[in-house]
């Protein structure tokens, strides 16, 4: 195949697909001139797991001596090769090698083992398929391209990551091993059982399960490989379909590849009775004249074994190979502005594929990138069988969209010609080409570097370096007007070509991102495509220019572009690539605009959407450096030698790097700030660096929410969220669009921040825009890209603090003045919203609800030769040390004079009130502050080397005396110590009232109760376990009680405590702690026993997730790449938070749509919550037992009483066998004698009259023990019951064989 190329791009492409496989592999020295190649490098999606090829290598002697007379060069020649999985802990060390020879590896595959097991899968495939008989050698299977993990929880993130759930069967059928279809099947072919991997050699796709366990450590699932077919002359055999990409899985059970056809394969690896492997294939071309396909004859033929069950083509026909399928799902559910929308109808029908009680309907997205740089978006619709968990159908609608990667120089493959033109048409399937040797297509050598980011929904496409400005150009993809020539547009238009072409010289690399929301939008805007109407060209939302000093200039391996790591803002675009000597790993990123600014003064938004239908323009900018970590070499010679990355855009903190001495793993983020310290201990003696720095943990989120209070809302008081991006502070509004359907499933959704505003520039000069086309504006940002602040509301809600962590600056404004612009009202227009700001600050701190705060700033303190503090500069030592300081906020009046003469001031000023003293001397140093009623001051203990230690350090709480207080005197030295120290915490969090604080240790939380002089510890739970399989437990990085409920977060899963009954001093605090959402696969609770009530959690790939408040029936949470809404559906969590904020009755209608079946469960979660009168009078389906132990241990005699006179007969059946065998009282017995205490003497007579009813010998016994009690009481009543009593025991026993003194006794 070939494609006629602008001559300008040849070059570059050369470059870029160029000795591809040299920079696929690196090689080191193992000695003795052996070398190891590391080739396939592949990092799984959510495990710390890494695959790739090793290959050890030799030098041929032999190669030598046949090589030309005095040629000295060696070849090398392959002597081991194996396949090695390997796990990494990514908590302990910055790099940590992974040697094939440590003893982390987890699987190893010899290569030379592969063949045969292929060879012999292969003997049992249908006769009818069309394969080669000449069985495969490693040599003839090519060389490995590419690993994907199948297993089952890289199939979860790589099918189910949107929904968040593992089955879609009902809660009485789910199991933990169900993950869409076949549940109620066992198949050895489907993927996810144990170890699984695919493989995709040259024009082999390899499908195989690992297992030590078995007679052979591997077993084939499927191997794809092209068919035979006859040419035109019936002679010859050619070899057609291909696999020309890497399989990607929708399901367990089924993949989807591409072909050298154009087509794409969805492949079955059970028995399937949905297509045959016979069907037709559907074409999508723009001319396609072939009939149309009657479905239901493919439907009728049953196929009972491995099969492809749909093929779909592209428009661009059989000429444009596939050569990579991405899945573009988002890890999060996408409808939460449009909850009613319902798929398009398929084709071959007429109605909307929408899930209903009998099928479940998923949707998947997908991109298909041809060799031409052509990519379509697919949308793929799965019905699966409620019931059984069968798939009852599969769709695919036509393409959506269209992204042309190439922008201007992309050309569309044509159709095959005429046999009668052939011979005058050179390059056979590409007419047009009028050289004697036609181009290759673009990515027919090499695979796109097309990445999707499922954080932000974005798809990143990288060009290689050199490419020209019609590479970047997207001008066709706009429908724009012709100018006339020669007018002054049409010269505008020349000149801006220019600039662009000026900009675009010199590069290392152009990085194109495509905003999938934005493409959502222009499609829904446009007519839909079909097999007449081509789908809309999309235009990419930015592009990025690289410099020429990366490795990614000519080594298109060496970049990962597109991660979202937490120290850059969610709005840039960041690229992860290698220096060109490869040593250093290198972050570059550049900001995105989301506001334009129309002139210095006036901001206007501008959200990255379509305005009626129309593309917004691409925006063009440079990027900047934003962090390096240099790379570990053994040798000087070997650090020209070529590597490759992998990181998953899952969980991108971990990436693996192949270096001459085995793999490595780099951590690029500690907790939100960037990491570059680097344990070099495992890559070769004496290479110990400095100790990594301990994890740290986030002062806030980057989201605040402003919602009642003194400021108000956003727009008529409704709740708004606060951000700071690029230097400006936004506001956006939150609507309550949320779905309240039954049958809706939860799942976590994004919370757009649609319409945001510019309330205020932190920097003048953020952006400038140099030139503005037709369809592209340059950006330039002078100023460094920095980390997005920490917002830090005040108590009082009339302040906001931007904490900067990694410049240890901060900023207070004014929330009253910030949403001056926004609720347009002039009053207070000429107030500056900035109140305060300083450096060199470690930790920032409100303190009580009066618009205090403290900062640890870092300050030179001079020292005498004793140690004493002296003023004298001539005899002292200057030493940094952390200093406490006190300030008080005093707001300006909105009526000031000053105001009505329009001059501008600030609208607070800040007084200092001092430096507070801390406890313990010169050996205590104060580390970080927590805001509350309280200061609390956790501080670490200096050691004998002068070195701070947090692990044995302490935290002690200040406040004013009450003198001070009465006299209103704020000044810091009126501070002192109060109620208990606490060992030093990682957070402190206190509830609305300052009762409780909550503190937490790692991954413990306890809460304390406040009761001056008293601080009661109430209770401790462990609520963050390992966030992934092999890794340690995470901290907890957020806390925040709200309405009485604590919530905690680690850095990927929400937690959340509620608190027992805090009424009774006496009783103790029962804590009961649920996973709302987590980024485990496997559930920590709720999936082993289905009748358990606890609620499962929802898996989600959720980055440092920060508490906010509630919203829409869900909880919000702040993320580093946007807002997060998590669902809280589960009756257990509602009627929870509903009783924590006193609203009993709401919470008693999710007690009453409880099912009977869970209330027991539901009853002892009410009692730990100090509610047992609700578990006694409104669940009506507890068990007899619970329902009696309830009554007797909470006093509820007049229900107990109710409950014998109504069903006496009934109970004393139920419970006759009751604590018998145990030696004791009868629970009969018991509850007689409970009564008799509570003076229902009535009550028990009829107990005993139900128990002569019964006739049973155990019942007699107690009827006899009971009327013998209430004779104590009653003794005329009682007489007379114990000799009925007798009487009937005389009746059933006239031999008199009942030892009666016995009984009495």
Not at 591 to 600: E, G, Y
């Amino acid at each position: 195949t070939s494609l006629p190329l602008h001559p300008s791009l040849a070059a570059a492409l050369t470059a870029h697909g160029s000795d591809v496989e040299v920079s696929s592999k690196l090689q080191h020295h193992t000695g003795t001139g052996r070398k190891t190649i590391i080739a396939a490098l592949s990092i799984h999606p959510s495990l710390p797991r890494v695959a790739y090829l090793a290959e050890d290598t030799a030098p041929d002697v032999s190669a030598r001596n046949k090589s030309k007379p005095g040629s000295t060069s060696l070849q090398p020649t392959v002597k081991n090769s194996r396949l090695v999985i390997q796990k990494f802990n990514c908590n302990v060390e910055n790099i940590d090698s992974l040697a094939p020879s440590q003893g982390n590896v987890i699987a190893t595959l010899k290569m030379t083992d592969l063949p045969q097991h292929i060879n012999r899968f292969r003997q049992h495939k249908s006769k009818t398929s069309k394969i080669s008989n000449q069985p495969f050698t490693l040599a003839t299977l090519g060389s490995l391209k590419n690993i994907t993990f199948l297993d089952r929880d890289a199939l979860f993130w790589q099918t189910r990551r949107k929904y968040g759930i593992q089955s879609n069967l009902e809660a009485s059928n789910a199991s933990d091993r169900v993950l869409d279809v076949n549940a109620n099947k066992c198949y050895k072919e489907m993927m996810g059982q144990g170890l699984c991997l695919g493989l995709q050699f040259t024009s082999v796709l390899v499908i195989l399960q690992i297992d030590d366990t078995q007679s052979d450590p591997f077993v084939i699932l499927s191997c794809l490989e092209g068919q035979r077919a006859l040419t035109n002359n019936g002679k010859d055999y050619v070899t057609q379909h291909v696999p020309s990409s890497a399989a990607v899985p929708i399901t367990n059970s089924i993949i989807v590849y591409g072909c050298s056809d154009g087509a794409m394969r969805f492949h079955s690896l059970v028995p399937s009775m949905i297509y045959s492997s016979k069907s037709d294939t559907l074409s999508f071309s723009e001319s396609s004249s072939s009939p149309p396909i009657d479905e239901s004859e493919v439907k009728s033929a049953k196929n009972s074994r491995q099969a492809t069950i749909k093929s779909v083509r592209g428009p661009n026909g059989r000429n444009d190979p596939v050569v990579k399928i991405v899945n573009v799902d988002p890890a999060y559910n996408e409808n939460y502005n449009n909850e009613q929308d319902t798929v398009p109808a398929h084709i071959g029908g007429s109605a909307a594929t929408v899930s209903n009680a009998k099928a479940l309907v998923l949707s998947s997205r997908l991109l298909t990138i041809g060799a031409s740089g052509v990519a379509f978006l697919w949308q793929v619709d799965i019905s699966i069988d409620r019931a059984s968990g069968t798939l009852r159908d599969l769709n695919v609608l036509p393409p959506l969209a269209r992204l042309d990667g190439l922008g201007s120089l992309t050309v569309s493959p044509r159709k095959s010609p005429s046999p009668t033109s052939r011979s005058t048409r050179v390059g056979g399937f590409w007419g047009g080409i009028t050289t004697k040797e036609p181009i290759v297509a673009p990515y027919s050598n090499v695979t796109p570097v097309v990445f999707y980011d499922p954080h932000r929904d974005q798809v990143i496409w990288t060009l290689p370096y050199s490419a020209p400005a019609s590479a970047i150009v997207h001008q066709r993809d706009f429908k724009l007007s012709s100018l006339a020539p020669n007018s002054p547009a049409a010269k505008k238009e020349a000149e801006d070509q220019a600039f662009v072409d000026k900009w675009a010289m010199y590069n290392g690399g152009f990085v194109k991102m495509w905003s999938m929301p934005l493409v959502d939008a222009l499609v829904k805007a446009t007519p839909g495509a079909s097999s007449h109407r081509p789908p809309p060209i999309i235009p990419p939302y930015a592009t990025m220019k690289l410099p020429l000093s990366l490795m990614c200039a000519s080594k298109p391996l060496s970049m990962v572009p597109g991660l979202a790591c937490a120290p850059l803002p969610a709005s840039s675009l960041s690229c992860l690539c290698l220096s060109k000597d490869a040593t250093e790993l290198i972050v570059v990123s550049a900001p995105l605009t989301s506001v334009a600014a129309a002139s210095d003064e006036q901001r206007v938004p501008q959200s990255p959407k379509a305005a009626a239908g129309k593309p917004p323009k691409t925006i063009f900018i440079e990027s900047q450096t934003c962090h390096k970590i240099h790379l570990p070499r053994s040798s000087e010679a070997s650090m020209t030698v070529p590597a490759s990355l992998s990181a998953s855009h899952l969980a991108p903190d971990s990436v693996a790097v192949a270096t001459d001495n085995g793999v490595a793993m780099v951590k690029l983020v500690n907790g939100n700030c960037w990491d570059d310290a680097i344990d070099l201990s495992l890559m070769g003696k004496g290479d110990v660096t400095k100790e990594p720095s301990s994890s740290a943990v986030p002062a806030g989120p980057i989201h605040t929410v402003i919602s009642g209070g003194p400021v108000g809302g956003v727009g008529n008081n409704r709740p708004g969220v606060l951000f700071v991006e690029n230097h400006s502070v936004l506001a956006s509004r939150l609507g309550s669009s949320r779905s309240s359907s039954e049958n809706r499933q939860p799942t976590v959704e994004k919370v757009d921040l649609t319409d945001a505003m510019v309330l205020y520039q932190l920097e003048k000069a953020s952006y400038t825009t140099t030139r503005e086309t037709r369809t592209s504006k340059l950006i330039v940002s002078p100023l460094p890209l920095t980390s997005p602040p920490r917002l830090i509301p005040s108590p009082s809600g009339r302040y906001l603090c931007l904490l900067w962590e990694g410049n240890q600056t901060y900023d207070i404004l004014h929330a009253g003045s910030l949403l001056v612009r926004e609720t347009g009202d002039i009053r207070g227009q000429g107030v500056s919203p900035s109140c305060d700001s300083g450096d060199n600050v470690l930790s920032f701190a409100w303190i009580g609800d009066d618009d205090q705060f403290a900062v640890l700033r870092q300050v030179e303190i001079d020292y005498g030769q004793d140690g004493e503090v002296v003023t004298d500069p001539d005899t002292t030592d200057k030493k940094s040390r952390p200093r406490v300081e006190l300030f008080k906020l005093a707001e300006v009046e909105v009526g000031a004079p000053e105001l009505a003469g329009g001059a501008g001031v600030a609208a607070a000023t800040t007084v200092s009130v001092g430096s507070l003293t801390v406890r313990g001397g010169d050996r205590v140093v104060p580390q970080v502050l927590f805001g509350g009623p309280a200061l609390c001051i956790g501080c670490s203990i200096t050691s004998a080397n002068s070195l701070p230690d947090t692990d044995e350090g302490m935290a002690y709480f200040y406040s004013r005396k009450s003198g001070a207080i009465m006299e209103n005197d704020e000044r810091a030295s009126n501070y002192m110590t109060v109620g208990t120290s606490i060992p030093y915490p990682d957070l402190l969090a206190w509830d609305d009232d300052g009762l409780l604080c909550a503190v937490a240790y790692g991954s413990r939380v306890a809460i304390y109760l406040s009761d001056p002089p008293k601080f009661t510890l109430l209770g401790s739970v462990n609520v963050v376990g390992g966030s992934r399989l092999g890794e340690a437990e995470q901290p907890i990085i957020s806390l925040k009680f709200i309405h009485g409920v604590l919530y905690c977060s680690g850095p990927s899963s929400v937690h959340v405590v509620f608190l027992g009954n805090l009424a009774e001093e006496d009783t103790i605090c029962e804590l009961d702690t649920y996973t709302i959402a987590s980024s485990r696969s496997v559930p920590l609770q709720g999936t082993d026993s289905p009748d358990d009530f606890t609620p499962t959690p929802v898996i989600a790939s959720l980055s440092h997730p920060h508490i906010l408040i509630y919203h829409s029936g869900g909880l919000l949470v702040s993320t580093d790449v946007g807002l997060r809404l998590l669902p809280l559906s589960h009756p257990l969590i509602r009627i929870g938070t509903l009783l924590a904020a006193n609203l009993t009755e709401k919470a008693r209608k999710w007690i009453f749509d409880t099912p009977k079946a869970y209330h027991d469960f539901l009853a002892h979660f009410l009692i730990r919550r100090g509610r047992a009168d609700l578990a006694i009078r409104d669940l009506n389906g507890l068990s007899l037992e619970t329902y009696i132990d309830l009554c007797i241990r909470y006093e509820r005699t007049s229900e107990l009483e109710n409950l014998i006179n109504t069903h006496g007969g009934q109970v004393v059946k139920e419970i006759s066998s009751w604590g018998r065998e145990e030696g004791g009282y009868s629970a009969i017995s018991a509850i007689g004698l409970y009564m008799l205490g509570k003076d229902k003497i009535d009550c028990v007579t009829r107990l005993v009259g139900q128990l002569m009813s019964c006739g049973t010998d155990e019942g007699l016994v107690d009827a006899i023990k009971l009327a013998s009690l209430i004779g104590a009481l009653d003794q005329s009543g009682g007489g007379a019951l114990l000799q009925n009593v007798i009487d009937v025991v005389h009746q059933k026993h006239p031999d008199n064989q009942v030892p009666l003194v016995s009984i009495v006794k």
